[in-house]
């Protein structure tokens, strides 16, 4: 188990270009979730998938942004014309179901860092 | 919708002092409560988790957790810090079998002198 692991670890980029993040989950574990943090917040949920499915959306994430995870193992979340308020951190997590429960633990990557000019 | 609130922003203790770190949540039905940390430079790690149960829960490093479900609270404690638990503590919650995304506060930078 290597733990999730996010690429790249640092984005710099210039307003209005596209960027790609791509994480990759803890193997066999069938949920993948985005999360953006910004300086002094907690994580904010953006999006969830169940194996290749996204199953929730939250409203933060506009329709510049999206993610996909199209054979149900690693996650790409794409953002396009980037603003300056997309500045932050950007969590992949996964988790897989415990049996018998109906919840389970995230286990979160290192995140991307994106600093939009 | 769910949300969490950590009232102590940033906390600053001396070694061995003991520790208590407030998490209250607005949510009318059951709740899973967390704990993560994030030290300095790493990525965030679950320290404890309450599903059911006991409501006192141990997590690692000598963290307990207290769910008090009258008061809607998960404060953390610790009877004794160590300089190595200067970190940022962040409380969440999610609902199961419904929504999975976790709803996280704002966080409390604990800060511990040697």
Known sequence: ?117 | AQSVSQHNHHVILSEAASLELGCNYSYGGTVNLFWYVQYPGQHLQLLLKYFSGDPLVKGIKGFEAEFIKSKFSFNLRKPSVQWSDTAEYFCAVNAPGSARQLTFGSGTQLTVLP
């Open chain 1, 1 to 117: 188990d290597t733990g999730v692991s996010q690429d790249p670890r640092h984005k710099i980029t210039k307003r209005g270009q596209n960027v790609t993040f791509r994480c990759d989950p803890i193997s066999e574990h069938n949920r993948l979730y985005w999360y953006r943090q910004t300086l002094g917040q907690g994580p904010e949920f953006l999006t969830y998938f169940q194996n290749e499915a996204q199953l929730e959306k939250s409203r933060l994430l506009s329709d510049r942004f999206s993610a996909e995870r199209p054979k149900g193992s690693f996650s790409t979340l794409e953002i396009q014309r980037t603003e300056q308020g997309d500045s932050a951190m950007y969590l992949c997590a996964s988790s897989s179901p415990t049996s018998g429960i109906s919840t389970d633990t995230q286990y979160f990557g290192p995140g991307t860092r994106l600093t939009v000019l």
